[in-house]
Nanobody
């Protein structure tokens, strides 16, 4: 049974920083592309950042230069460092795992990030 557990969300002022973590179990972590998605109220879920099993990364345009995704295969954990946060970053952030061997998408339950003064 695959489990993805996000943590690190919360309320932060504009310009502040947060680090999200996603601990994975039940999946061959080192063989999975890991991603962070977000969904704001009234909007569709969108990809924020992804890191492949070979450590290649890609980012949504609006977060480039502000967010950094990383993974620690020894800890089965993926991180999203978010700096210079803006009110438009407010959303529920979801962790995603897509193993190379079955291309199935697994999701966490999400963590809320609120950027407000």
């Amino acid at each position: 049974q695959v489990q993805l557990v996000e943590s690190g969300g919360g309320l932060v002022q504009p310009g502040g920083s947060l680090r999200l973590s996603c601990a994975a179990s039940g999946v061959a972590f080192s063989f999975a592309a890991m991603g962070w998605y977000r969904q704001a109220p009234g909007k569709e879920r969108e990809l924020v950042a992804r890191v492949t099993s070979s450590f290649s990364t890609n980012y949504e345009d609006s977060v480039k230069g502000r967010f950094t995704i990383s993974r620690d295969n020894a800890k089965n954990t993926v991180y999203l460092q978010m700096n210079s946060l803006k009110p438009e970053d407010t959303a529920v952030y979801y962790c995603n795992a897509r193993p190379n061997y079955n291309a199935v998408d697994y999701w966490g339950k999400g963590t809320l990030v609120t950027v407000s003064s």
